[in-house]
Every structure is written in C-alpha cells, then in structure tokens.
C-alpha cells in the first residue's frame, strides 16, 4: 500500500458542511478555489480559477472543518 500527500493552498468557496456517517465517523467537504496566472494566445495573462472538491474523514474532518 503507498500514501500519496497533497497540500493544496486556495481559498474556501462556501462554508464547509460537517455530519457524522451512521456509524458514527465525522465527515466534513468543502470546495477549495486555487486560482492560477496564464499567459493567453494574445500575450495577456489571464487568471483560471480550478474547483475542487474536499471530503475530509475522522480526526482530520474534525479538526479541519
């Protein structure tokens, strides 16, 4: 089994929403905005912003969320 880490640095989109499974797991997601800077066709550069969605589980839902 291999672990991948990530860290991933933007800005929240909405208020992150938080519950617990049926057995009793916290959960919490999120939507992370990271925005990056791009050179377009014509020379100016342009802002692209990427979504992206987070489910967090346990000790890391509760203490992140």
């Known amino acids: 089994m291999?672990?991948?880490?990530?860290?991933?640095?933007g800005?929240?989109?909405?208020?992150?929403q938080f519950k617990y499974t049926?057995?009793?797991?916290a959960m919490g997601n999120f939507r992370l905005a990271v925005t990056e800077k791009k050179k377009?066709?014509?020379g100016k550069w342009e802002s692209i912003t990427h979504w992206i969605p987070v489910t967090?589980?346990?000790?890391?839902?509760?203490?992140v969320v």
């Open 2 to 9: 291999s672990i991948n880490i990530v860290t991933i640095s």
């Open 11 to 16: 800005n929240l989109g909405a208020d992150a």
């Open 22 to 25: 049926q057995s009793g797991t």
């Open 40 to 42: 377009s066709k014509d």
């Open 56 to 63: 967090a589980f346990g000790w890391t839902a509760e203490n």
